[in-house]
């Protein structure tokens, strides 16, 4: 008996007294370095975090994390805050200087392949958006000259695409949800950049592939939000979903590998390229060609997507600007100690969050109005880091160019067309739902008359 105590006592003081001399040289490390800890969570279970791991569940599932996070800067006085996940020491963080350090000036000794990889891989594999080091950039070397090869701003291809989408607004003042069209209109321009080839969801959607690719995202979106505890997802249908996601990506795949090796990748309308033959002639790895595509091809339909029906659903709810956008010509184109002011420690394995929603809505940065509508606000100022909307650093979204040019084409070409934009939703307010880009949750429900 005595045996089985020792051989159970044993190894469990063995690790207390590891976890102390951890601590004891921790904060020697940082006393040592002039830094301080910023305000931590308030945890009834210190160690693990499990309290505020439910109740990030329960916000989640009751469409509140965004509005949650946002209060809990207000609650700790600071901009950035600290607590504990499952035995990783998490610092929450909407100081744009914090970001600024570890996003760029650092940005070698900040990874996110531990984090992000096995929480993903069903859907992205190997892609630039869960890998680190050498892979990442070398991905991201042939992305980013790949935009400017197959001509992301190419406005006939965009025009093409947002006529079709006009055809489909509703004339006559009845309700409908935008939400969905411009999903279905950035998925043809997407698509076309990518593929060579629009898959015509406006004319023709191929509904089983639209929801197939949203649950594949939102069930990503959760593994992502349940970290170490992904064993809980248990969903047959998010593997199923995922499957028809990247089997109709390696389908395009080959057919690119095929045109490569004829000659004819250069044959499209008007000797157009395609984003998936130039990754081709860089490498014939199927799964890292596969992985490359949805790592371009699913941020590329959620940016602009989300981004034009936050735009109306704002705009909706607010004639004036609405009414001032059409009378105007458009024109296309740290953190350490109780205040955040003193330097932050951040050991290896810590994990630093940039909470952006929050920081976007920081009445420090932008104003007392930071909580409203006004986008007048942008013809006086010009924000670096205090504005993330596509990140920061070397990791920053090398799509911000496309999904800006598409988003601003669109909203003047509405604007063009219909006099009055009405707000058919009876929630007023704006509510999110979880997927890998938080959406609102409701749609965008207005009604439309023409000029």
């Excluded at 006085?77 to 990783?88: A, R, V």
């Excluded at 959760?222 to 996601?245: E, N, P, T, Y």
């Excluded at 033959?277 to 699913?298: G, Q, W």
Aim: aromatic residues 12%; hydrophobic residues 40%.
């Amino acid at each position: 008996m005595n045996f089985y105590l020792q051989f159970v006592t044993v190894p469990f003081l063995s690790f207390i007294l590891l976890k102390v001399l951890h601590c004891m040289h921790y904060n020697h490390r940082k006393n040592s370095s002039g830094c301080r800890d910023p305000p931590s969570y308030p945890h009834k279970d210190p160690i693990w975090g499990i309290d505020l791991f439910i109740l990030t569940i329960q916000a989640f599932s009751s469409g509140e994390y965004l509005d949650r996070s946002t209060a809990r800067f207000i609650q700790f006085k600071s901009k950035t805050w600290k607590s504990h996940s499952f035995g990783t020491t998490v610092y929450h963080t909407i100081d744009p200087e914090v970001a600024k350090n570890y996003q760029s000036i650092y940005f070698k000794s900040f990874g996110i392949e531990p984090i992000r990889y096995h929480l993903a891989e069903n859907l992205w594999g190997n892609g630039i958006v869960v890998t680190d080091g050498e892979k990442w950039s070398a991905v991201r070397s042939f992305i980013r000259s790949s935009f400017d090869i197959v001509h992301t701003a190419n406005i006939e291809r965009l025009a093409f695409h947002v006529e079709k989408f006009m055809e489909l607004l509703p004339r006559d003042g009845t309700t409908f949800d935008l939400m969905p069209l411009f999903k279905r209109l950035v998925l043809d321009t997407s698509s076309e950049f990518i593929f060579g080839r629009s898959l015509m969801a406006l004319e023709h959607p191929d509904v089983a592939f639209m929801e197939s690719f949203e649950y594949a995202q939102r069930g990503t979106g959760i593994r992502m939000m349940l970290g170490r505890l992904k064993f809980l997802h248990r969903d047959a249908q998010w593997l199923q979903s995922c499957k028809q996601v990247t089997d109709f990506c390696e389908a395009r795949v080959e057919e690119a590998i095929e045109r490569v090796k004829d000659g004819s990748e250069r044959r499209t309308e008007k000797n157009r390229l395609r984003l998936v033959d130039e990754a081709v002639k860089a490498t014939t790895d199927r799964y890292t060609l596969r992985s490359l595509i949805l790592s371009v091809f699913s941020p590329a339909h959620d940016g602009a997507a989300i981004a034009l029906s936050n735009v109306f659903f704002h705009l909706a709810r607010h004639p004036k600007v609405w009414h001032k956008l059409r009378e105007e010509d458009v024109i296309l184109p740290c953190g350490g100690g109780s205040t955040g002011s003193e330097r932050l420690f951040v050991k290896k394995g810590d994990i630093i969050e940039s909470d952006y929603r929050a920081m976007m809505r920081d009445p420090d940065l932008w104003g007392t109005n930071a909580e409203e509508f006004f986008p007048e606000r942008w013809e006086v100022i010009r924000p670096t880091w205090e504005y993330l909307p596509f990140g920061g650093g070397p990791r920053h979204c090398p799509g911000i160019r496309l999904v800006f040019v598409e988003a601003a084409y669109t909203t003047v070409r509405i604007l063009q067309e219909f006099k009055l934009l009405e707000n058919r939703d009876n929630e007023v307010e704006w509510k999110e739902k979880m997927r890998m880009s938080f959406q609102s949750k409701n749609g965008t429900l207005v009604g439309l008359v023409p000029v």
